[in-house]
């Protein structure tokens, strides 16, 4: 039983249960990327570029063969590319939320520096300083 109970403690610390919660939201938050490069971004530089679509670059190694059917082989550069520029764009959002995150964060103020305590010779030395002013 100490393995299960060992697991279960683990299992429910907090960082486990917020790294959990990171990747769902980081799963779903890829999908977003994945529509934003892919319907809203790619589309003008394609019209830019002269209707180039990135996703349609690829390298045929060997074409395809309907008689034989055997598919085409292909490096599939453009859909690369795809990835390259999602990237981007996710790390470019993730570093904005961790900079918003960080100027939010309270400034602690430093603790005030407490002085050390006198050693026992500056006790000594303040005990007879002040027995010579008293006299």
């Keep these: 039983m100490g393995f299960v109970k060992e697991f279960k403690e683990f299992a429910m610390r907090g960082s486990v249960i917020d790294l959990a919660v990171g990747v769902v939201i980081g799963g779903a938050f890829g999908k977003i990327v994945t529509s934003l490069v892919d319907d809203v971004i790619m589309p003008p530089i394609g019209y830019i570029t002269g209707g180039v679509d ?12 309907q008689v ?3 598919p085409e082989v292909s ?3 453009g859909n690369f590319i795809n990835v390259v520029i999602q990237f981007i764009i996710v790390a ?4 904005c939320v961790i900079k918003g995150l960080n100027s939010m964060k309270r400034k602690e103020e430093p603790a005030p520096e407490v ?5 026992k010779e500056e006790v000594l030395l303040t005990e007879i300083r002040d027995l010579l002013k008293n006299k």
Excluded: G
């Excluded at 990135?54 to 063969?65: E, G, N, Q, R, T």
């Excluded at 470019?92 to 570093?95: G, L, P, R, S």
């Design 54 to 65: 990135f996703s349609d670059i690829k390298y045929v190694l060997k074409a395809a063969d």
């Design 68 to 70: 034989a059917n055997t």
């Design 75 to 77: 490096i599939n550069l």
């Design 92 to 95: 470019f959002c993730i570093f």
């Design 115 to 119: 002085a050390p305590a006198p050693t």
